[in-house]
């Protein structure tokens, strides 16, 4: 695994991540009927809250994003991009541990939602995620604090 930190995203960040966005959804939603090049970036910017994003970067580059937005009852697990030529790496899984981590010890639910079909619900199956409900498009999955 290449070694990694997160820094505190900024809202400068904004146009890398919509940018990495376009590229990692793109054969899920092309598959789906649902790609539009602009439409998935504005969507980031549009719910893009850097108070609660993170930057992956690998050799103090840019290598992907992460957001952890609390909610009601639960913190909802967003944005999770990482560049495809890190994927499959250990960057993913160790990112997504240190979140894990951080709301076992809150004691919270972490919720999330990934495409139908996508690889990066195995991920999320291996970290201990379950589906609670799903449709045509979106997978919604839960995971129980330990």
């Known amino acids: 695994m290449a070694d990694w930190e997160l820094r505190q995203a900024s809202a400068s960040d904004v146009e890398a991540v919509a940018g990495l966005r376009a590229v990692v959804l793109r054969a899920d939603l ?4 649902r790609y539009d090049e602009q439409r998935v970036r504005q969507r980031l910017r549009d719910g893009f ?42 960057i993913g899984s160790g990112v997504l541990r240190g979140l894990l981590e951080r709301g076992d010890r809150q004691g919270v639910l972490v919720r999330l939602n ?33």
């Open 49 to 90: 809250d850097p108070a609660h994003t993170w930057v992956i970067e690998v050799a103090d580059m840019f290598a992907g994003c992460v957001a952890l937005r609390p909610a009601e009852d639960a913190h909802w697990l967003e944005h999770f991009y990482l560049a495809p030529r890190l994927q499959g790496s250990g």
């Open 114 to 146: 990934v495409l139908q079909g996508s690889p990066a619900r195995r991920l999320y199956e291996r970290h201990g995620f379950t589906v609670e409900t799903e449709d045509l498009v979106d997978v919604f999955m839960v995971r129980k604090p330990d």
């Open 30 to 33: 092309e598959r789906l009927g």
